[in-house]
């Protein structure tokens, strides 16, 4: 199996150290629902940690959370909620998120601030060897002193431009980045050896991938924007305060969501949260929209090839249909296809070609079918193949009859209470239903509904 490191700029042969493959993956800032540019990161190393479960490895996959930051903070603060509280629930919106995206869960998600002494133990280590200074109750990294700086995003120091925040005054050289932040007023902060305050966001995932996977890890994952300046100083620190280097075997990086041409982020505004496309989209349709071309190339955000991953499904549910009478005398051969997947996932993690292959499969099912040939074999090769990459197969949810016939009454009931301008009961039960996961939309034709896993929309109550 080979794998393209970011460091070397090569693919390489993947050989792990140990029985089980060690994986650190960056989880997400908890300030806001997670967009589909996210899942697409985590949709990916979902189907790496599959595979290389299926090839017999052993996983142990770390995913932080990045907690305390300067956008939850802000968030928090113009919600008029302790920053805690906001992670809080974004946390659990994640889960909720990606449980519906059927994304395995990590093996352990630490948070950044069940973490501070671990971080503090290892800022004071690099300062008492030489790598950091304390200046005004932060601390900061001194980049010059480690000399293969800048390895992992293949820059030299003197064509790199300092892209911290603007705190020259108190650091020793603009390169230099902080590793832990003193204390503003009415922020969250912790005590430390250099006075109330909190950890940068690099130094974070130092110290969990330290903590729980060892010195040296086999694989780390992230999206492309995550190269610098977050892991090169990650690898900066990590290998400075153990000595130990590789501090990462492989660093797999994958490329970005676009929207047109510019990458899918809060600050550009162009944001299609996992909840929206789910609503849209099923689970798997969205997967393959994703797994449809390399991981390494920008994927733009497309709502017609949406529909065609969705229509795309479609062909491979009804090729995994068991069909009775299909024992015929000529067994297809699922072997050739099934060296192919495997050929293509060895490949990097060719996906596209992967996924190719299993609609090569779907069709040969349906041709031998026609021909009366036995394709039970090559039916239940489609159903695990499809599964190494997380496809269900499931259709989208709908909801039991039952349910349905409630939710219309729940809706009339709403709009009579709107009728009589009852305005706060009416959006209680909006609301309710919105933590149960039903969506309603107040339309002219009336009131409309959406669970977070069915595509079709309900409507009554106008
Ligand atoms: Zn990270």
């Known amino acids: 199996m080979r794998v393209f490191n970011t460091l070397s700029r090569q693919k390489e042969e993947f ?145 790199m431009v300092s892209r911290g925040p603007s705190e020259e005054g108190k650091k020793e050289d603009p390169l230099d980045f902080a590793l832990w932040k003193a204390a503003k007023s009415g922020e969250p902060s912790w005590p430390s050896p250099w006075g109330e305050g909190r950890p940068g966001w690099h130094i974070e995932c130092s110290a969990m991938a330290l903590k729980y996977l060892g010195e040296s890890l086999d694989v780390h994952g992230g999206g492309r924007d995550l190269i610098f300046p977050h892991h090169e100083n990650e690898l900066t620190q990590s290998e400075s305060f153990t000595g130990v280097a590789p501090f990462v075997r492989y660093w797999l990086h994958n490329g970005l969501l676009q929207m047109d041409e510019n990458k899918m982020s809060k600050s550009l505004g162009n944001l299609v949260t996992v909840k929206q496309a789910l609503q849209r989209y099923s689970a798997d349709g969205i997967r393959l929209f994703v797994l449809g071309s390399h991981y390494r190339s920008p994927l733009t955000y497309s709502e017609e090839t949406l529909q ?77 193949l499809a599964g190494v990459l997380g496809f269900t197969l499931e259709l989208p949810a709908r909801l039991p009859v039952e349910a349905e016939s409630l939710l219309r009454i729940l809706v009339s009931v709403r709009s009579q209470l709107r009728q009589a301008k009852q305005w706060q009961l009416a959006d209680k039960v909006r609301d309710q239903l919105a933590e149960a996961g ?25």
């Not at 770390?62 to 809080?88: E, M, S, W, Y």
């Not at 015929?328 to 190719?356: H, W, Y």
Request: net charge negative.
């Open 438 to 462: 039903i969506a309603l939309e107040d339309t002219a034709e009336g009131t409309e509904w959406k669970t977070s896993r069915e595509s079709r929309l309900g409507s009554g109550g106008a």
């Open 308 to 384: 065609a991953s969705e229509t795309g499904m479609e062909r491979l549910r009804q090729a995994t249909k068991e069909l009775k009478g299909t024992g015929g005398a000529v067994v297809l051969d699922d072997e050739p296809f099934r060296q192919r997947f495997i050929e293509s996932m060895d490949d990097d993690f060719n996906t596209g070609q992967a996924i190719a292959v299993l609609f090569e499969l779907a069709r040969s099912i349906n041709r031998a079918r026609e021909e009366g040939s036995d394709v039970t074999r090559a039916r239940n090769t489609l159903v695990e």
């Open 15 to 159: 050989c792990p150290q140990g029985e089980t493959v060690t994986i650190y993956v960056c989880g997400v800032t908890v300030y806001d629902d997670c967009h589909i540019g996210h899942a697409m990161s985590y949709l990916i190393f979902d189907a790496f940690r599959r595979y290389l479960e299926f090839r017999g490895h052993k996983v142990k996959h770390v995913q932080n959370f990045t907690d305390i930051d300067d956008k939850i903070i802000n968030r928090a603060r113009k919600l008029g909620i302790p920053a805690l509280d906001l992670a809080d629930k974004y946390i659990a919106e994640y889960f909720k998120d990606m449980d519906a995206l059927n994304i395995k869960r990590a093996h352990v998600y630490p948070r950044a601030t069940e973490e501070i002494p671990r971080i503090i133990e290892i800022v004071q280590g690099l300062t008492a060897r030489g790598y950091a200074y304390a200046s005004e109750g932060s601390v900061y990294f001194r980049v010059r002193k480690f000399s293969t700086y800048g390895k992992l995003s293949h820059q030299s120091l003197d064509d």
